[in-house]
């Protein structure tokens, strides 16, 4: 019998931030500690099989079972501790987008669909035609946003406006509002978040140690790839 994590398989399923579609949640089931989620959608099931990874609000989940209209996947104990799909009830909008293939442009950044915390979007307001959100977070994630740098939320690729002492803002853009959950959110509301990759290397590098040419944490704060700490 085959075991389906929460994302099978070691490796890293790649993925732009750039969502796909918009699905509906249909049904959940709990077992136990873990859950069955059934996810309303018509777009990602063209080339989608059981076992395949697909993310769902930003949290990498493994196909189970395939319908016409649908899809099913297992959230494990740890993946429901760890992100707000724990909080899903029938009918709620949900993120989302297949991996990443070789061919495809790389439109957003390079996002895991591993989530590293739940934030909280703090204010929402208007700037012209788009949306200002700012998001609090955890000391240990506020070390990885750096202005201008990339962050996935709720497995949306955003460029961070500011770093704040407790977050960061992003600007949402209409089209972003109407294709994604972030049209839904209010003040208030979790999010799922996953800082960029690249700079959870570069902190586990200078870690080690292993830092030529005189490279250290504050060479990289000072050049905008990590924000010195609160």
Known sequence: ????????GSGVRGRTGIIEELGTVQGVRRQGEDLT????????????????SIAVSGACLTVTNLSSG????DVSEETLAKTTLKNLRIGDRVNLERPLR????MGGHFVTGHVDEVGTIQDLSPRGRMQQMTVKVTRALHGYLVKK???????ISLTVNEVTPH?????IIPLTASVTTLGFKRAGDPVNLEADLIGKYV????????????????FLAA???LTPEP
């Open 203 to 218: 902190e586990r590098f200078v870690a080690r140690g292993r830092s030529p040419e005189g490279i250290d944490r504050e």
């Open 1 to 8: 019998m085959k075991n389906w994590g929460p994302c099978r």
């Open 223 to 225: 050049h905008g790839f």
């Open 37 to 52: 989620l059934s996810v309303g959608a018509s777009t990602v099931l063209s080339d989608l099989k059981i076992g395949d």
């Open 167 to 171: 977050g960061f803002q992003v600007v």
């Open 149 to 155: 740098g990339s962050i996935a939320v709720d497995g």
């Open 70 to 73: 649908g899809f099913t996947a």
């Open 102 to 105: 070789p061919s495809d442009r």
